[in-house]
């Protein structure tokens, strides 16, 4: 049983261009969480989403920002015309039901995002 | 929950303990967690406390919560390379799914 996998490890992307995220949860799960971390600070929340809905967007930035989660395939965090602030390492994580309590809870490895 | 604070650094010898602090300002705070995360590697959960409990012990892990100063701790026993990592210290309040996470403690054991 695979666990969350996140693609890219790192990606590289210059001002203004846009940047994609993907995260497949681990097998049977439908709920996934992406979080952010900037530099030398804790994790935060980003997104929640099941199949095909946003449950909880409240912490993605209003403008630029944007997931999804399709019936079919991973789920995507797309990021537009970025900047350098948003360089961060963006962490994805599923669980198999509502509760997104801890030890319920599996992290990718996370995506490594750097703008030049 | 909102703050989480840790101190970013902790330097031990093999073998001895470690010791890593983590206070929150959430008094409604029901679990929480200490994340460990090697390089290159996701967040793993290494073990979690409910707030009812004061301690929990886990083989070389032991938990202490103090509810009255909000401040967690995990001490590792008989520190080993192995143990090398950034260790996270999370919370999360009753009927919420968002945790709230401290800035990493990067450990680092030496010979």
Known sequence: NAGVMQNPRHLVRRRGQEARLRCSPMKGHSHVYWYRQLPEEGLKFMVYLQKENIIDESGMPKERFSAEFPKEGPSILRIQQVVRGDSAAYFCASSPSTDGRGEKLFFGSGTQLSVL | ?111
């Open chain 2, 1 to 111: 929950g909102e703050d989480v604070e840790q101190s970013l650094f902790l330097s031990v010898r093999e073998g001895d303990s470690s010791v890593i602090n983590c206070t929150y300002t959430d008094s409604s705070s029901t679990y929480l967690y200490w994340y460990k995360q090697e390089p290159g590697a996701g967040l793993q959960l290494l073990t979690y406390i409910f707030s009812n409990m004061d301690m929990k012990q886990d083989q070389r892990l032991t938990v202490l919560l103090n509810k009255k100063d909000k401040h967690l701790s995990l001490r590792i026993a008989d520190t080993q390379t192995g143990d090398s990592a950034i260790y996270f210290c999370a919370e999360i309040s009753p009927g919420d799914y968002k945790l709230s996470f401290g800035a990493g403690t990067t450990v680092t054991v030496r010979a």
